[in-house]
């Protein structure tokens, strides 16, 4: 009667019923396994609402934990962007200094070439940033 890929709490209810019913071979059960059975199904309803919980549970939590991850690497990108940003903007700026005392108009324009790349990092950043408040929601979304 038993089949092989039956779940340990199966076999051990079996078992239960089994042992319940050993000596009563003319069909009446014993008033406690009667009782016993009755609540069974409600048992049975809470235990797969609790699992129900649980995997809702750990769901949030890896959502929760894949999204933090993901906040970090987004803040350590803003601040690379943003060192790579003040760092060509101080280079613009001694190019700048170095074309005006040596009248070179190659070092200006590559100074103003530099000034339009840090523009376009700070958009970066502002991008970035917008990306990090639409992640931080959604994290406190779920811890909601």
């Known amino acids: 009667m038993l089949v092989e890929n039956l779940q340990e709490k199966t076999l051990i209810a079996m078992r239960l ?7 009563h071979t003319d069909g009446a059960l014993p008033k406690d396994l009667k009782q016993h059975c009755r609540g069974a199904r409600t048992r049975y309803e809470m235990y797969l609402e609790d699992q129900k919980k649980l995997r809702e549970q750990t769901t949030k939590e890896k959502k929760r934990k894949e999204l933090s991850q993901e906040i970090q690497k987004v803040k350590t990108k803003r601040q ?56 931080q929601e959604s994290v406190n979304k779920l811890k909601q």
Do not use: Q
């Open 17 to 23: 019923v089994h042992d319940a019913m050993a000596g």
């Open 80 to 135: 690379k962007v943003m060192t790579s940003a003040e760092t060509m903007e101080k280079e613009a700026h001694e190019m700048a200094v170095m074309a005006e005392k040596k009248h070179n108009f190659t070092l200006l324009s590559k100074s103003n070439a530099y000034r339009k790349g840090v523009a376009d990092k700070k958009e970066e950043v502002a991008a970035l940033d917008k990306a990090l408040k639409e992640l």
